[in-house]
């Protein structure tokens, strides 16, 4: 590689913020006489990076109208330069030219070669020479499928031998990646067997990353890559193998984090939740238990006490992007089909779990079952209170089985509940002649409402709604940087508006005014007689609050201003409506626990206890971990459709 001797112009993309940076340098060059024979081949990718700036309507501030015009005639002049020392490039001079390109122009360079079709100038002698020397050349050149299918055998041998040949197969097929879109392509004649030796020889190798492992483990069948289950295993042992070596080192700098759960006796409060040294301490008033001992109270509780869902019913449990912080949505290696999650979504899962657990044992030492419970809100308190078919049926497992038997029974049991509901939204009657007939599970995300316009969501398919969002709610605005304020450390734009009065129009910088002005264009802050900020539209920036902290809404827990609100939203294009028994953040909770169709790290209970493919018997506590995650679910099920049930009948006696 060829250390650069000055800083050269690049171009890295219409968004970059080093935009303003190199347009200065492109500046003096422009103000300055260019040769007709250049001979480096940097002052030649410079010039093409300069001319990209121009192609995509990029120009400094300070620039006049006049300056424009005059430098993109001077530009136009690039084309005939660069066009005249490219086509010039074949087997005499390629090495020696390719030698001495400095490293940011890499990309300009493959990009070059492969629109001028010089390949057909160059021989796959000289490629498999650059590999040799630079093999990370390669990225470059499967970013072109011109080069790919000339240059098709040397890369196919080139992969199936060099160590980073893994990574980039599984970037293709499985790695998400946020920042690098580019797409790579692969030559023809490598196999589905030659990759997946790739794989197996990736993981034999003493230079493999493990964070990959995890990837190799849950990938997805595809139509021209498939990993065996036998190589998957292979992943899955050495990865639990270097995570045992990594702790048992004593090298760890990680934090530990905990929840513990109580049941006092006397306590001040019904609940009570603090955070002592990464442990999250959870209260729950055994009095308060013990005088409000009706099932469905001491169903109720899992809203009440634990808070499984929030006020609109919505789960509460979810994994949601803004929980994650911003290392977390950076670093690492992960799946473009997995389930993501933070430390918040751990917490919370722990929590709930414990929670299960021991008010489980709480009810038990009160002469209680939860499965009779649930078992009693379903088929007698929602078929009382809502309507609900009389006969709805749940059958539970008997108390002394094991927990590999209970889940042989609730894991039916919790399809038939699905099943039943879906019947009953599209027949108005439950009919279990008609339920038998399908002898398959149902999706999640096929279960109806009752329900029109049930859920809101943001619209993420327009980019406008996108950027509004951003300033509004990302804790990566600079809108909340502003005097007195900015030692308050606001997490958004919002909170910062809350929580202020006087916030001065006049404080801000002069490079924030534009975001300001934006929101101020679309009618959603204002400046007063005061030069102060001000909402312009309460309802609207808490509805949207709403829906980007929760991902989701329901429209019927709103009053009818709030919901007057939504509609006009909708025709504005700002939100969409959903109607389906679980929103879709909920869709994707229940799938991840319960198959892989949707998530290639779910935990498949669905798929290992309703076709046998289970841990060992003997494992109890995988199965008692399991049985617990099926009532968790089951308990969420209730929740929804008690909901749904709610909405219908409140909205028909709205219309009576």
Not at 138 to 150: A, E
């Amino acid at each position: 590689m060829n250390k650069p001797d000055r800083d050269r112009v690049v171009f890295h993309s219409i968004h970059d913020m080093s935009s303003g940076h190199y347009l200065s340098k492109a500046e003096l060059l422009l103000n300055s006489e260019i040769a007709n024979d250049l001979d480096d081949i940097n002052d030649i990718l410079e010039l093409y990076n300069i001319s990209l700036f121009f192609e995509n309507g990029i120009y400094l501030k300070s620039w006049s109208d006049t300056d424009i015009v005059a430098y993109k005639e001077k530009v136009n002049t690039f084309k005939n330069l660069i066009r005249k020392f490219i086509t010039n490039i074949d087997d005499s001079n390629f090495q020696s030219y390719f030698e001495n390109i400095d490293y940011g122009y890499y990309d300009s360079f493959w990009l070059l070669i492969n629109n001028y079709q010089q390949y057909k100038k160059i021989s796959p002698s000289q490629i498999e020479e650059v590999l040799n020397n630079s093999p990370h050349q390669v990225r470059h050149l499967l970013s072109h499928k011109n080069l790919v299918d000339k240059y098709k055998l040397v890369l196919c041998e080139f992969l199936k031998s060099d160590q980073q040949s893994a990574e980039i197969l599984l970037s293709i097929y499985e790695v998400e990646n946020s920042f690098n879109k580019t797409k790579l392509y692969l030559p023809s004649c490598l196999t589905i067997q030659d990759k997946e030796s790739i794989i197996v020889s990736y993981i034999d190798s003493e230079h493999c990353n493990t964070n990959y492992l995890p990837i190799i483990q849950n990938a997805k069948k595809h139509s021209d890559f498939r990993i065996s289950d036998k190589t998957k295993l292979a992943a899955k042992r050495k990865y639990q193998q270097s995570v045992k070596e990594f702790f048992d080192s004593g090298s760890s700098s990680s934090f530990k984090y905990g929840v513990a759960i109580s049941y006092p006796e006397n306590a001040s409060k019904i609940k009570h939740a603090w955070i002592e040294q990464g442990t999250v301490h959870y209260e729950f008033s055994l009095d308060y238990i013990k005088e409000n001992n009706h099932p469905n109270i001491l169903y109720r509780n899992f809203e009440t006490l634990f808070e499984y869902v929030d006020e609109q019913n919505i789960v509460a449990l979810t994994s949601k992007e803004n929980q994650l912080g911003v290392l977390e949505r950076t670093l690492g290696v992960r799946s473009k089909t997995e389930y993501v999650f933070g430390v918040a979504f751990t917490q919370l899962e722990m929590a709930s779990m414990g929670q299960i657990y021991t008010y489980s044992n709480v009810l038990k030492g009160l002469g209680y079952s939860l499965e009779d419970i649930l078992k009693t809100v379903f088929t007698n308190t929602l078929p009382e209170l809502f309507d609900l078919p009389s006969n709805a049926n749940f059958t539970i497992p008997t108390q002394n089985a094991s927990a590999l038997e209970k889940i042989r029974t609730i894991a039916p049991e919790f399809e038939s509940i699905l099943k039943q509901y879906k019947l009953f939204v599209e027949n108005g009657h439950i009919d279990f002649e008609l339920l038998q007939m399908s002898s398959g599970p149902t999706a999640i995300k096929d279960i109806p409402s009752l329900n029109s316009n049930k859920y809101i969501y943001i619209n993420k398919g327009d980019q406008g709604v996108n950027f509004l969002t951003y300033l509004l709610f990302s804790d990566q605005t600079l809108l909340t940087y502003v005097d007195p304020f900015k030692d308050k450390q606001y997490r958004n734009f919002v909170d910062l508006l809350v929580n202020e009065e006087e916030i001065n129009f006049g404080n801000y910088e002069e490079h924030q005014h534009e975001h300001l002005n934006y929101l101020i264009d679309n009618n959603y802050i204002s400046v007063d007689e005061n030069n102060c900020v001000q909402v312009t539209n309460w309802n609207r920036i808490l509805i949207l609050r709403d829906v980007f902290e929760n991902e989701v809404a329901s429209l019927h827990h709103y009053p009818a201003d709030i919901q007057d609100e939504v509609m006009h939203m909708s025709n504005d294009g700002i939100v969409f409506f959903g109607s389906s028994l679980f929103a879709i953040p909920e869709q994707n909770y229940f799938n991840y626990y319960l198959n892989k169709s949707e998530f290639t790290n779910g935990h498949d209970l669905r798929n290992s206890y309703l076709h046998g493919t289970q841990a060992n018997p003997t494992e109890i506590h995988l199965h008692e971990n399991s049985y617990l995650l099926y009532l968790k679910l089951l308990i969420l099920v209730i929740f929804k459709i008690e909901d749904d049930l709610f909405i219908y009948k409140k909205l028909k006696a709205e219309e009576e």
